[in-house]
């Protein structure tokens, strides 16, 4: 992470039209407003060692998995807090549309980031890097 690129004023995030999201990152925490379409999960079931993670449901309905089977559905105006070594995934919860804030450390969003630069063969590897794991 370079602390470089990190914002030196405040930043207000508004949805681009071409993705309809939108992200701000700082020297240690980053936040996304992003839309969510469909009914299917955004990554495998996976667990992150040693970074938290929430997501506070602006619209719309998410579903989350545990690796325990627990299945957790975020209403509109909910918060769902992941701590550290808890194993999940999520994704829309319908067929309507849902909108999230996704707030994170700096060092997972740019695990995301990359995850999309590379191929998915690469994906493990790059996951193990971020003291994080791929679980199927």
Known sequence: MNDDSAPTRPVVL???PETGGASALGSSLAIGNCPAQGSGEVAPLHVHY???EAWFV???TLRFRFVDGEVVVAQTGQTVFVPAG????F???GPDPSRFLIIMTARLEEMIR???EVDRSQHDALYRE??????E
């Open 14 to 16: 508004s949805a681009r």
């Open 130 to 135: 971020y003291q994080s794991e791929l679980l």
């Open 86 to 89: 808890v194993a999940h995934t």
């Open 91 to 93: 994704g829309n919860a």
């Open 114 to 116: 990359r995850l999309h």
């Open 58 to 60: 602006v619209s719309g």
């Open 50 to 52: 040693a970074d938290d």
